[in-house]
């Protein structure tokens, strides 16, 4: 009871106005108390990829490169590492590369590339040990959540998300509410335009479909590039080997903004802008109006007003590219058995703006089939 005194009494004295005046009063105490709180969310961080320590010269790119980081005027609250770290993971390629990285004075998280594990005689769990984020990271920071994925394969140059990467991938995923901005990071681009690094890149989007994912981020090509596949966003980050290049990204509000930069310039090499809250409403795939027909030796596309390029595959076989010069695409199909089959289409509407779909049928003795490409 002397506390409820203590309490009504003060209410009394310094607030002796109507009940609207002293309603405006607190909203605006709320918001003066809310408001540097949500200034805290901007932050900066930064994608590094491609080291492949080896030599005196590969060591002086990385030094550039976190000296560069380190000369922003602004501080960076942590640093993507993804992948390629070494050139034949080698114990004293590992040691050296995270001796620089621990002295640079950064919080940084590292996936695996081709390159550490291709030739490396450290187990996964040795490296787990060593390096952190291996073998794939996830946490949330000042509302974005952040996912590293790994798709390195012991003796392979390609990758692979395997089953237990994707469900560890979708537990993550499914850890947050869908509306979080999320940000994924692979060493191996999971999708390209004109080829495919990473094996069953289709369960990945179907995994990543009704979430909040904004950007994949990606190394291994050691340039930068940029493209859309399904109305994602992906990147590609410049190496630090021989370019010193990074990825530097600032969330600003609602905004991710990301440049592609040099350590030694002052030049861009590109950049990009983000919201990342999730879309009011998204459009329709550009392909809803195309049509597919398939018949014993031939793969009918109809409709093809809107596009530059059709790439298809039957199956695990290779992709087929054809320019789009007219609305009608004859292709060859040479389907000759029978039972079930997949085929993937990707249809190119600009400059490395991708749509795809993957479809199964079954081929009986008619070997005559037609499909509807629709809303995906």
């Known amino acids: 009871m002397p506390h409820t005194v203590f309490l009504v009494i003060p209410y009394r004295l310094f607030f002796p106005f109507s009940k609207p005046v002293r309603l405006a009063f607190f909203l605006l105490v709320v918001v003066l108390l809310v408001a540097p709180g949500s200034r805290a969310t901007d932050f900066t961080f930064a994608q590094i990829t491609d080291i492949h320590l080896s030599s005196a010269q590969t060591e002086a790119d990385l030094k550039s490169t976190l000296k560069a980081l380190a000369n922003l005027g602004e501080p960076v609250d942590f640093i993507l590492v993804t992948g390629d770290i070494s050139e034949m993971g080698r114990p004293e390629e590992f040691q050296r590369c995270k001796s620089l990285l621990d002295s640079s004075g950064f919080r940084y998280y590292v996936?695996?590339?081709?390159?550490?594990?291709?030739?490396?005689?450290?187990?996964?769990?040795?490296?787990?040990?060593?390096?952190?984020?291996?073998?794939?990271?996830?946490?949330?920071?000042?509302?974005?959540?952040?996912?590293?994925?790994?798709?390195?394969?012991?003796?392979?140059?390609?990758?692979?998300?395997?089953?237990?990467?994707?469900r560890w991938l979708a537990e993550q995923m499914a850890a947050v509410p869908r509306n979080v901005p999320r940000l994924i990071f692979t060493h191996h681009p999971v999708f390209y335009p004109d080829r495919d690094f990473t094996a069953d890149a289709f369960?990945?989007?179907?995994?990543?479909?009704?979430?909040?994912?904004?950007?994949?981020?990606?190394?291994?090509?050691?340039?930068?590039?940029?493209?859309?596949l399904n109305d994602v966003p992906f990147v590609m980050a410049p190496a630090v080997l021989h370019f010193r290049?990074?990825?530097?990204?600032?969330?600003?509000?609602?905004?991710?903004?990301?440049?592609?930069?040099?350590?030694?310039?002052?030049?861009?090499?590109?950049?990009?802008?983000?919201?990342?809250?999730?879309?009011?409403?998204?459009?329709?795939?550009?392909?809803?109006?195309v049509r597919v027909s398939t018949s014993s030796d031939s793969l009918w596309l109809r409709n093809l007003t809107d596009f530059d390029t059709v790439l298809v595959r039957l199956d695990a076989g290779s992709w087929q590219r054809t320019p789009v010069r007219k609305a009608s695409v004859v292709l060859s199909l040479p389907v000759k058995v029978e039972g079930e089959h997949s085929l993937s289409l990707r249809l190119l509407t600009a400059a490395d703006n991708l749509w795809q779909r993957e479809f199964r049928f079954p081929v009986g003795k008619s070997l005559l089939w037609k499909l509807a490409l629709n809303a995906r």
């Open 111 to 166: 996936l695996l590339g081709n390159h550490d594990v291709r030739w490396s005689t450290y187990s996964l769990e040795e490296l787990a040990g060593l390096l952190p984020g291996v073998p794939h990271f996830a946490f949330m920071h000042k509302g974005v959540q952040f996912i590293g994925l790994n798709t390195a394969l012991p003796l392979e140059a390609w990758g692979d998300l395997s089953p237990a990467e994707q």
């Open 245 to 289: 290049g990074f990825l530097l990204f600032r969330v600003h509000g609602d905004s991710l903004l990301c440049e592609a930069r040099l350590a030694d310039s002052d030049s861009l090499l590109g950049g990009f802008r983000l919201a990342l809250s999730p879309k009011a409403k998204q459009a329709a795939p550009p392909f809803a109006g």
């Open 203 to 228: 369960r990945f989007l179907k995994i990543l479909n009704g979430y909040n994912v904004r950007l994949v981020s990606a190394g291994h090509g050691h340039r930068y590039r940029r493209w859309f």
